[in-house]
Nanobody, 124 residues
Framework: QVQLVESGGGLVQAGGSLRLSCAAS????????MGWFRQAPGKEREFVAT????????NYADSVKGRFTISRDNVKNTVYLQMNSLKPEDTAVYYC?????????????????WGQGTLVTVSS
């Protein structure tokens, strides 16, 4: 398995930006597609974005497309989520996860390793 640790969450005003990081260890990081998910209070965990093992392909939820950017650095064993134009509805605990099933499969059950999450709070 791969161990994942998220960081970079915090409090930000609506319209602001935040950059999340996820550091990986324990396995060959570049062998995994990586994803970001989030869970808001009282809501189900939802897909945010995925990136292929090479970093060459990405997929985004419609709710964040054009505002969020997922990327990875396989030398640093780190995946990032750049969040711009943040909205109050983006408030959630954000989780990174690793999958052997490729970036096109965004189902949470396809991701075998998960981080502990980092809280993002967007104020109006």
């Amino acid at each position: 398995q791969v161990q994942l640790v998220e960081s970079g969450g915090g409090l930000v005003q609506a319209g602001g930006s935040l950059r999340l990081s996820c550091a990986a260890s324990g396995r060959t990081f570049s062998s995994y597609a990586m994803g970001w998910f989030r869970q808001a209070p009282g809501k189900e965990r939802e897909f945010v974005a995925t990136v292929s093992w090479s970093g060459g392909s990405t997929n985004y939820a419609d709710s964040v497309k054009g505002r969020f950017t997922i990327s990875r650095d396989n030398v640093k064993n780190t995946v990032y989520l750049q969040m711009n134009s943040l909205k109050p509805e983006d408030t959630a605990v954000y989780y990174c996860a690793a999958s052997f099933f490729g970036y096109t499969d965004s189902r949470p059950e396809r991701f075998s390793s998960w981080g502990q999450g980092t809280l993002v709070t967007v104020s109006s």
